[in-house]
């Protein structure tokens, strides 16, 4: 009996001190990965819906400018770069014959310098001035961010120079200059 009884004590000593060592030795703890999104919009062009550029005859050079073109760089890129595009459908009267129809060829553009621009980075028109012109029967260059990051804006007003040919018939003329941008 004795002999048990020191056993007893002895196991009792053992888990008296692991009772007091343990919680000591094993604190609990959890992880948690926390995530959020940094949210961003789209690359957009702004343009006039529609410009008259006035009248001229036959033989002349019709120039104006069609309004403010804006991109708008809601991103929130690292590298926010882009190109805007423009380029233009031929323009045309009545039944759309060969006297009734400005080819693109005949159409200048050029971007001028930007009116406004917001955010970091470098911003260059496509023509700077009426001496860089080009014609629109190729997509040409606008205007571009070369560099810089996180939201941006730019917007210039752009010169149309139309050259209607001698043999043109009189009419109100139509066509599509399009901006695109990427």
Partial sequence: ???????????TAVVTTIAVVSPAAAQPSGNTVVTFT???????????????LGAAFPGQTLTGQIGNVTVSDQRAALT???TASVVSTAFTTGGAA????????????WSGPAVATTGEGTFVPGQPTSAQAVSLNLPRTAFSKTSGSGVNTA????????????????????????????
């Fill in 1 to 11: 009996m004795f002999r048990m009884r020191r056993m007893l004590l002895l196991v």
């Fill in 38 to 52: 940094v949210s961003t919009s789209d690359l957009i062009i702004q343009v006039p819906p529609s410009v008259n």
């Fill in 80 to 82: 926010a770069t882009w």
């Fill in 98 to 109: 060969a006297e009734e129809t400005i080819l693109p060829n005949l159409v200048e553009y």
């Fill in 155 to 182: 917007t210039w007003d752009p010169t149309l120079s139309v050259a209607i040919p001698p043999a043109a018939v009189a009419g109100l003329y139509t066509g599509t200059v399009t901006h695109s941008v990427a």
